[in-house]
């Protein structure tokens, strides 16, 4: 695919001061990183620049602090990057320096065009490689696109790369996977999706409003009723751009949402209507097994049934590991990320296994939309 923006491919970064916005928006928990993945994925970019002589100035946010807060300083992250790089991070100076979070400043979000020309005077080239900070229009993350040569790191172009193949221009046939509890979250995103895949899989919570609007009782689940009428459009959509919905057959019901709660598999026609659907059942998993092996190209995004409580993880566990199997016999291109995805694909242990796995929560979401991002589209050539 030919790149639509500049990489550091196209640049010498050997004595330039390179502004590299990175995301270190990471999971704590009593001052310690829970998990470094969004640290392992920036890693290369600095280590390249650096390598090849430039002097590393990075920009993150953390949290959504008002003002300046010390309870939101970055600097038990910079630790835990330079941990994982294996060189120095500091906060004041050095090679590898890490600006303290830039929503300190009350202009990063407002994109301030007089903040933009302070940062922009600390660098000469601006890097951005926070793809999953690419749906904000702030300072740091699309100012500084406009007041500096602009291009994009490494993670950035490996996303790009890996989202184009996914929905821009995929090999087909296309299967999204959608999960999730709520439809109200992702209205927008199923009305694209209708439009760009061949077929698209709707489990978790979501699925019961779709279940609900056709007619289904489903009992005490989780239901935005007052959707329906949201979900026969989508349905109606899909028809007309001949996406084929598919929606559980069967379900896992419990009586109660906790884990190891006793439960049964029940037809669509027989939910207990004292029952609660925590999970896809066996006849869904293998309709959506069927599915997968259909697609050349898969999009996840969104757990198929209530997976933080065992066994209800099962559904979106056993087709995961089918998507991983396939993609790893080299049958299907799968692309997941947003929000709890991650954590659902590496609770089933595969989420190495997927051709790609993006660490963007609100930023996939916005990019499954068909939303420009901001971040993105001031990388691109003009
Ligand atoms: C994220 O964690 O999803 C990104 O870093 C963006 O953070 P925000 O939603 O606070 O803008
Ligand atoms: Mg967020």
Same mark, same amino acid.
């Given at each position: 695919?030919?790149?639509?923006?500049?990489?550091?491919?196209?640049?010498?970064?050997?004595?330039? !001061?390179?502004?590299?916005?990175?995301?270190?928006?990471?999971?704590?928990?009593?001052?310690?990183?829970?998990?470094?993945?969004?640290?392992?994925?920036?890693?290369?970019?600095?280590?390249?620049?650096?390598?090849?002589?430039?002097?590393?100035?990075?920009?993150?946010?953390?949290?959504?602090?008002?003002?300046?807060?010390?309870?939101?300083?970055?600097?038990?992250?910079?630790?835990?990057?330079?941990?994982?790089?294996?060189?120095?991070?500091?906060?004041?100076?050095?090679?590898?320096?890490?600006?303290?979070?830039?929503?300190?400043?009350?202009?990063?979000?407002?994109?301030?065009? =007089?903040?933009?020309?302070?940062?922009?005077?600390?660098?000469?080239?601006?890097?951005?490689?926070?793809?999953?900070?690419?749906? !904000?229009?702030?300072?740091?993350?699309?100012?500084?696109?406009?007041?500096?040569?602009?291009?994009? =790191?490494?993670?950035?172009?490996?996303?790009?790369?890996?989202?184009?193949? *996914?929905?821009?221009?995929?090999?087909?046939?296309?299967?999204?996977?959608?999960?999730?509890?709520?439809?109200?979250?992702?209205?927008?995103?199923?009305? &694209?999706?209708?439009?760009?895949?061949?077929?698209?899989?709707?489990?978790? =919570?979501?699925?019961?409003?779709?279940?609900?609007?056709?007619?289904?009782?489903?009992?005490?689940?989780?239901?935005?009723?007052?959707?329906?009428?949201?979900?026969?459009?989508?349905?109606?959509?899909?028809?007309? *751009?001949?996406?084929?919905?598919?929606?559980?057959?069967?379900?896992?019901?419990? &009586?109660?949402?906790?884990?190891?709660?006793?439960?049964?598999?029940?037809?669509?026609?027989?939910?207990?209507?004292?029952?609660?659907?925590?999970?896809?059942?066996?006849?869904?998993?293998? !309709?959506?097994?069927?599915?997968?092996?259909?697609?050349?190209?898969?999009?996840?995004?969104?757990?198929?049934?209530?997976?933080?409580?065992?066994?209800?993880?099962?559904?979106?566990?056993?087709?995961?590991?089918?998507?991983?199997? !396939?993609?790893?016999?080299?049958?299907?291109?799968?692309?997941?990320?947003?929000?709890?995805?991650?954590?659902?694909?590496?609770?089933?242990?595969?989420?190495?296994?997927?051709?790609?796995?993006?660490?963007?929560?609100?930023?996939?979401?916005?990019?499954?939309?068909?939303?420009?991002?901001?971040?993105?589209?001031?990388?691109?050539?003009?």
């Amino acid at each position: 695919m030919t790149k639509s923006f500049r990489t550091l491919d196209d640049v010498n970064v050997k004595g330039k !001061r390179v502004l590299l916005r990175v995301d270190l928006n990471v999971p704590m928990e009593g001052g310690r990183v829970t998990d470094a993945t969004r640290l392992e994925r920036v890693a290369p970019t600095i280590t390249e620049i650096s390598d090849k002589g430039g002097k590393v100035i990075l920009l993150a946010h953390f949290g959504r602090p008002k003002g300046r807060d010390p309870k939101e300083s970055l600097k038990p992250v910079a630790d835990a990057l330079s941990k994982v790089i294996k060189r120095p991070v500091a906060l004041k100076d050095g090679d590898i320096l890490c600006l303290e979070n830039t929503r300190f400043h009350k202009e990063e979000e407002k994109n301030d065009a =007089g903040f933009v020309t302070e940062l922009a005077k600390l660098g000469d080239i601006w890097v951005n490689d926070a793809f999953s900070a690419a749906h !904000r229009a702030h300072a740091s993350t699309e100012g500084l696109g406009h007041k500096l040569p602009a291009y994009a =790191g490494r993670t950035m172009q490996a996303e790009l790369d890996a989202l184009g193949k *996914a929905l821009e221009a995929p090999t087909k046939p296309v299967i999204a996977i959608i999960g999730g509890a709520k439809v109200s979250t992702k209205i927008d995103l199923l009305e &694209n999706l209708v439009n760009k895949v061949d077929a698209l899989v709707i489990g978790g =919570g979501m699925a019961n409003t779709f279940l609900h609007a056709q007619g289904v009782a489903v009992g005490k689940s989780l239901a935005e009723k007052d959707l329906a009428p949201t979900a026969l459009r989508i349905m109606e959509k899909a028809n007309a *751009a001949n996406c084929a919905i598919i929606l559980p057959v069967d379900a896992v019901v419990a &009586n109660q949402f906790a884990a190891n709660a006793p439960s049964h598999a029940y037809g669509l026609d027989a939910i207990p209507a004292d029952g609660m659907i925590l999970d896809v059942g066996p006849q869904s998993i293998a !309709r959506i097994h069927a599915a997968i092996d259909d697609a050349a190209t898969l999009v996840w995004n969104g757990p198929l049934g209530a997976f933080e409580l065992t066994p209800f993880d099962r559904g979106t566990v056993v087709s995961a590991k089918h998507a991983a199997e !396939r993609t790893k016999a080299r049958k299907l291109i799968s692309v997941a990320g947003g929000g709890d995805t991650v954590a659902a694909l590496n609770q089933a242990g595969v989420g190495g296994d997927f051709s790609y796995v993006s660490t963007a929560g609100g930023a996939f979401l916005e990019w499954m939309e068909g939303k420009p991002l901001p971040g993105v589209e001031v990388l691109k050539k003009g």
